[in-house]
Every structure is written in C-alpha cells, then in structure tokens.
C-alpha cells in the first residue's frame, strides 16, 4: 500500500477469543532506517473492531504489524464491577484473586504506579477490612491505569507484517507536459522555455529517451520502414556510437548541458523526468559487448520486436532468461542510478509489463532504499491485474485507460473503481493524449473535445499530462482508424512553441489544483445528472468543495441536473463561483439545473464559497 509523507496510516482489525477476557492490541511501527518498534495502542471500535493511527515521517517502507494480547487484570476488574453492580455481597474470593494478580505485577512496575498498585494490593488483600471497601480499592480509576502500563502481555500473538510504501507528493499528484526536445532546439532550447512551463503551471516535464538514436534500421517519416537523408529516426531505438543508456543524443547537446537544465528546472520548481526504456537499437554497445544479453533464433539471428499490428525493427528486446541475468539486472540498474546521480528523481518507465514483475520490485526497492525520493510511472497499458501488480511492485503511478473512457457510464464506473480499494496502492496518471495515442474522441471532437478531456482530466486524477501539440489541438490521424498522429513527432523534429490556443485554460486549470487540496486525492463523489451526456462530480466536502459538470458530448448542447447529496456538510443553500468564467451561481442540495453548450463551454469548475 502507498501513503504520502506525513499522511497516516489507520490500521484495522478483529481481535477475537473465546471466552469473556479483556484484551488488549498495538500497532507495532518501524520507519525506514529504524532499528526497533514503537507502539501505538489500538482501541476498540465496536464488539470486536479495534483500530489505531500511525504517522508517517519519513519516505521509504515503513513495516508494521499487530501484536495483541489478554488484560488479564482487566478481566478480572471487568467481572468484579458486574458483580458489585448486581449487588453480590460475599466477594472474598475474587478479592483474594485480585490482590494475588496486583501483587504479581509489582516485581514489573517501577516509579508512582508501584505505590499506586503497592497500596492497592495492601487493601484489597486484607481480609479483615470491610468487602465494600476492598472492591472500591480494586476499582480504582488510578488503579486501572496503573496496571494498563504494567509490561507482561499473556497470550501475546503477533499478526503478520506488512508494509507501507511512503513517498513525495509528486508520487502521488502533479501536472506532466511531455515534450520532444529536439522540437525546441535540444536541452538549450528546453532550459529556454522553463519559466513559461513553470507559469503555466506544470510540476513535471517529461522527455522521451535522450540517448543517442541508432542508424540501422532507422525509422522513417510517419513510421516507414526506412529513413531518408537527414531523418532523425526514434528516440526510443537507443543506442549508437556515440554510446547507450547512459549516453546522451549529441544532437540534443551535451551532459553538461542535460544536467544544467534539471538544476534550472528545479530553480523553478519544476522537475525533469526521464524515459527508461529498456530496448537496445542494432547499434547499441551491449550488442556487441554482452551478446549473452539477446535472444538469438536457431540460425542465430536477432528478432526484433512486435506489438502486432506495430513492428519495432529498429528496437531489440533483452532477453530476461539469459543465463547472465544478474549482470543484465545490475546494469540496468546502474544506468537508471546514472541519472538519479545527475539530479533526476523521476522516470516515466516503458512497457514495464513486458518485463519481469521480480525485477521490478528488486530495482525500484533497491534504488529507493538509497534515494527514496525517486519517483517511477509505469507506461503499463495492459491488463487490470497486471496494471496493479507493477503497482503493487513499487512503482509510484501509472498510465490509466482514461483516454479510452469517453461516456459517462465508462467514466464514473473506472473512477469509481480507482477510488475504491486501488487507491490503497494503484496511483493513477490520467494523460489526455500521448504520442502513440490521438483517441477519436479528439479526431473528430473539435475543441470542444479537448476542453472537455483537459478539465476531465486535471479534476479527476490528482496526476494528469498532455503530450506537446494537445494545446494546439493537432487531431489527424495517420489513416482513418488509426490512433496514430500524421506526420507523428516520433519520427521527425517539428517546431515547438508554447503558443497554444488552449494553454490560457491550462494555466487556469493548474492554478486551481494548487489552491484546492481535495484535487490532489481521487476521492470522488458522482452526482445524478438524469442526462447521460453530463457527468457530474464532487471533491472535497464543506466550503472549498469543487463541484465539475462535464458535457461529454462536444457537438450538441445538454441540459439535466446536478443531484448534490446531503453528505458532503453543505447548507441547504450556497453560492458556488465556476472557477474558470467567473460567473456565480445559488446552489442547495438536491436538484441543481444545468445546461452546457460546447460553443460557449463544455464545463463548470465550481468552488463552494465560504
């Protein structure tokens, strides 16, 4: 499970036994780098619930477990109070029992509750003195606290140990903008654009793979077979001679060059995080100098690799059944520690799940336990399962289905989902489009559509990022039916700016994730429409709260309601301002009407005013 830091952890049980025993529980806590446990005491809920907090101080895997045991003072003090309260006159002999348990416990008790216990023991166990005054001495509030402290624990159990993984917010929430550099004049170009970036309101700038690009079997224009003179082939085929993972595209500039604009970018509080992919070009040095580290055919060929109908021919997988797989393993991850020895602290990882899920966990275990501030997205487009076991894995956030979740049913039922029980350890990065995915939601839906997926995404996920040409509303695919971009920047330079007709709502959108705490958590509350075109939801609860309506349909005006339930500690009325327009509103609970137009707006952000 996932927290972040400084959230706390609540921990749950039954604690059952036969019989009427007291008992009595703790969680036992261990933070990263701790030696020993500290204890919080849990306390019971209901019959047999009992539950307790621990804090979260420091990033890393914290251990935990329960460890519960028999009051046995307790029982027996739960008893004699039942007696005396059912007016049971002759006690001798539970006040006998009492006094032995008291004088048991002193050899364990040091300090004022030794003459606390001390003098009580005196008392109950003395035949002589009055039954009525005997039972007030064992029933003693002083008393009871006393014994509560005493360090003998009968019956102790102790429950299995787990762990919370805890990280940095940005693992958990912060606004992406992907970019090519070489399409704003390599790291120069993309240092030059930093405080822009950093005005609009993004936390994370993604560059795909900087290394440098392979020539044998480069890839050409719109993904061909072949490049022409001067193509500059794709990132992702790593690897030439001017070196591998841990090289960078002399094209893009230098190292020196690199690790300037992660240090700039950090002046701006922004961060830059890298592509680790693991795929080697033809060209690559591990070719030539761990061939052990390929899969080669009987006639000793290479093959290279597929997601059919996609071919890769300018990429060679490693083989994860080499014999030599700890070298494979390690240098990996020396080359992924190259970069976090450079400044960088986040890494948007490429198809994790074609890779070992024990690599995985091994990795990012051992990466985090010497930088636990790094950060790992998993471009991990694959099944539920397979989704949560990388997440389960270690890694901090993934890629969602959210581009492919377009009706309001799709919408509120995979939120929902997300919201639910993976929320405990799956983080979700909702990106509106990427280079490999241009939905035809936004082919065909105008501007209307990317407004809609923009402000979807940015109040929905407390992570979500945009692909360089999202703001400009680039929307035609390489072949009708394809989710392919024409003229995709995969496999060419083009001229980037930040001069998009949609950054001003960027902007706004980024401003107020900052000024509103309940969009950097996935709690959501869908709200009843009666238009399914209108998806309606609510975050957060009380004045403060932000309340978005949708129209998920970018052609055509809609009209319905907004069903605000009674649970979210809001007045019967209230005024809410739509944090976008400006405009103000009077809303109660219950049935709110709306009416959306695409042509003027496909969304209200409302906040609730104080």
Same mark, same amino acid.
């Given at each position: ?28 806590? &261990? ?24 804090? #979260? ?45 008291? &004088?048991? +416990? ?12 001390? @003098? ?14 005997? +039972? ?54 993309? @240092? ?25 079997? %480069? ?128 890494? %948007? ?18 990466? &985090? ?27 901090? @956030? ?146 403060? +709260? ?54 003027? #707006? ?9």
């Amino acid at each position: 499970m996932k927290r972040s830091l400084g959230d706390p952890v609540a921990v749950e049980c039954d604690l059952v036994r036969d019989g009427h025993e007291q008992l009595r529980a703790v969680v036992r806590h &261990r933070p990263p780098g701790a030696r020993g446990f500290s204890e919080v005491e849990m306390h019971p809920v209901s019959i047999d619930r009992w539950r307790a907090e621990f804090p #979260t101080t420091a990033l890393g895997l914290h251990a935990f477990q329960i460890e519960a045991w028999v009051d046995v003072f307790a029982s027996w003090r739960t008893e004699l109070e039942r007696k005396v309260a059912g007016g049971q006159a002759d006690l001798g002999s539970e006040l006998a029992e009492g006094a032995a348990l008291l &004088r048991d +416990a002193l050899g364990a008790i040091r300090g004022a509750d030794r003459a606390v216990v001390s @003098q009580a023991a005196a008392v109950v166990g003395a035949p002589n003195r009055p039954g009525a005054e005997r +039972a007030e001495a064992a029933l003693a509030p002083g008393l009871a606290e006393a014994m509560r402290r005493v360090a003998s624990r009968p019956e102790k159990v102790r429950g299995a140990q787990f762990e919370v993984d805890v990280d940095r917010e940005r693992a958990r929430a912060g606004a992406w903008y992907e970019l090519f550099p070489r399409s704003f004049g390599g790291f120069a170009g993309v @240092q030059e654009q930093l405080p822009a970036l950093a005005d609009l309101g993004f936390d994370v700038i993604y560059l795909p793979p900087i290394h440098p690009i392979g020539v044998t079997h %480069r890839k050409g224009r719109n993904n061909s077979p072949t490049a022409g003179p001067g193509e500059p082939g794709s990132p992702w085929a790593i690897g030439g001679v001017a070196g591998g993972h841990t090289a960078v595209n002399p094209e893009l500039g230098t190292l020196a060059e690199l690790e300037s604009l992660v240090a700039a970018a950090r002046d701006h509080g922004l961060e830059i995080a890298l592509d680790f992919a693991i795929q080697c070009s033809p060209d690559h040095p591990w070719l030539t100098e761990h061939p052990e580290w390929f899969h080669h055919r009987p006639d000793g060929t290479l093959k290279y690799a597929e997601n059919p109908p996609k071919k890769y021919q300018d990429i060679y997988n490693v083989n994860f059944g080499t014999e030599d797989w700890r070298a494979l393993w390690e240098a990996l991850r020396d080359a992924l520690v190259f970069w976090v020895d450079r400044g960088v602290r986040i890494f %948007r990882v490429d198809n994790p799940h074609t890779k070992p899920i024990p690599f995985w966990e091994w990795l990012i275990r051992t990466v &985090r336990e010497e930088h636990p501030d790094v950060v790992f997205l998993a471009e991990a487009f694959t099944s539920e399962a397979r989704m949560y076991a990388l997440a389960k894995a270690g890694f901090s @956030q993934s890629y969602t289905y959210f581009t492919w979740k377009n009706s309001v049913a799709e919408l509120a039922g995979y939120v929902d989902e997300l919201a639910g029980e993976a929320a405990e350890f799956f983080r979700p990065n909702f990106f509106a489009n990427t280079p490999d995915i241009l939905h035809a939601y936004l082919q065909g839906g105008g501007r209307a559509a990317f407004e809609a997926r923009l402000i979807l995404a940015a109040t929905l996920s407390p992570s979500y990022g945009i692909y360089s040409g999202f703001e400009n509303l680039e929307a035609t695919p390489v072949a009708e039916g394809s989710e392919e971009y024409l003229d995709s920047e995969k496999y060419e330079v083009k001229e980037r700016g930040l001069d998009g007709s949609l950054l001003p709502l960027v902007r706004r959108l980024n401003e107020i994730r900052r000024a509103s705490p309940a969009l950097g958590r996935i709690d959501v509350r869908f709200m009843t429409t009666r238009n399914e075109n209108l998806i309606a939801y609510a975050k957060g609860r009380g004045p403060g +709260a932000i309340l978005v309506c949708v129209n998920v349909d970018p052609h055509n005006a809609h009209e319905g309601i907004a069903m605000v339930p009674g649970d979210l500690d809001l007045p019967g009325q209230f005024t809410v301002r739509d944090l976008v327009t400006g405009a103000v509103h009077r809303w109660g609970l219950g049935a709110n009407y709306i009416r959306l137009d695409p042509a003027a #707006t496909p969304a209200h952000v409302f906040v609730v005013e104080a």
